[in-house]
């Protein structure tokens, strides 16, 4: 069974602070596809990445950074300078690649970034 | 492009009502999927379909039931709602197994009192 594990539940920051999600993930899988979701107080559930268990090269996009090691199974996120705009609820899923839209969600991080 | 459409966007239902859920995708997406969201919590499946007459359970389809008979519509039908089914409803669609991104409608906010 896959498993993901997202053991912030909560966290805090002030404006222009890096912070850094955690995602752990459990699969008998060889093969994968791990995802970050944003989801905001509106909401809506916004893509923001998505990573194949055979790429293991770090990606930066803006203020976003992922750092996904395989040996640890954790896939982390980093928001540089951190924006009220960040505020919102992040979600770490995992996926059959046979079917990549059957994901397994972690329970999320509510992120609060304070001016 | 109007991506996945969920209706209706609220519902309040008294138990042992029945309600669908409609799902219209007009990108021609074989794979659609449909997730429930409880408070603080992930998203978890409750069905799916690889195709136009093809479904399959999730993990947690007890007290739905779904049908596809187009490429386009996948209702979620509820029947004798519970207050166990109070949460937020999702669903999904992509274009075949290996997507790059997956595309949501606006979610369905379900209460059953």
């Known amino acids: 069974a896959q498993k993901v594990t997202q053991a912030q539940t909560e966290i805090s920051v002030v404006e222009k602070e890096d912070v850094t999600l955690d995602c752990v993930y459990e699969?008998?899988?060889?093969?994968?596809?791990l995802f970050w979701y944003k989801q905001p107080p509106s909401g809506e559930l916004v893509f923001l990445i998505r990573?194949?268990?055979?790429?293991?090269q770090n990606e930066i996009s803006g203020r976003y950074s992922w750092n996904f090691q395989k040996s640890t199974s954790s896939f982390n996120f980093t928001i540089t300078a951190s924006q009220v705009v960040d505020s919102a609820v992040y979600f770490c899923?995992?996926?059959?690649?046979?079917?990549?839209?059957?994901?397994?969600f972690g329970d999320g991080t509510t992120l609060t970034v304070k001016p | 492009n109007a991506g996945v459409t969920q209706t209706p966007k609220f519902r309040i239902l008294k138990i042992g009502q029945s309600m669908t859920l409609q799902c219209t995708q007009d990108?021609?997406?074989?794979?659609m999927y449909w997730y429930r969201q409880d408070p603080g919590m992930g998203l978890k499946l409750i069905y799916y379909s690889v195709g136009a007459g093809i479904t399959d359970k999730g993990e947690v389809p007890n007290g739905y039931n779904v049908s596809r008979s187009t490429t386009e519509d996948f209702p979620l039908r509820l029947e004798l709602a519970a207050p166990s089914q109070t949460s937020v409803y999702f669903c999904?669609?992509?274009?075949?197994?290996?997507?790059?991104?997956?595309?949501f409608g606006q979610g369905t906010r379900l209460t059953v009192v």
């Open positions: 699969t008998r899988d060889t093969t994968y596809y």
């Open positions: 990573r194949n268990s055979f790429d293991e």
């Open positions: 899923a995992l996926s059959d690649p046979t079917n990549a839209g059957k994901s397994t």
């Open positions: 990108m021609n997406h074989n794979y």
């Open positions: 999904a669609s992509i274009p075949d197994r290996g997507f790059t991104e997956a595309f």
